[in-house]
Nanobody
């Protein structure tokens, strides 16, 4: 069983930065395929970025060049560095994990989920 705990959300002005963290218990980040999803008010979950077991990365187009996913094996943490945030990034962000070696592109592909952390971008 894997439990995921996110942290790092908050209120930030447009153009600002935040770093989200996700701590998995029961497994190490390097043995999991992991992802960040987000859900804005009234919308479905959308995949923001993923890092597969082997290290292959995916970013949705709207965050390319602004967001960076990474994992720290020593600290056993997954990160999402978010720069140049805009109001469209406002959402609850969820850390998710799968036991597959590839990164699924849909929500149902991930078995383990965190509780979510809210990111609000507003002036």
């Amino acid at each position: 069983q894997v439990q995921l705990v996110e942290s790092g959300g908050g209120l930030v002005q447009p153009g600002g930065s935040l770093r989200l963290s996700c701590a998995p218990s029961g497994r190490t980040v390097s043995t999991l395929t992991m992802a960040w999803f987000r859900q804005a008010a009234g919308k479905e979950h959308e995949l923001v970025t993923s890092i597969a077991y082997g290290g292959r990365l995916y970013y949705r187009d709207s965050v390319k060049g602004r967001f960076t996913i990474s994992r720290d094996a020593d600290m056993n943490l997954l990160y999402l560095q978010m720069n140049n945030l805009n109001t469209d990034d406002t959402a609850v962000y969820y850390c998710a994990a799968a036991s597959t070696t590839w990164a699924p592109s849909i929500k149902s592909g991930y078995y383990y989920w965190g509780q979510g952390t809210r990111v609000t971008v507003s002036s």
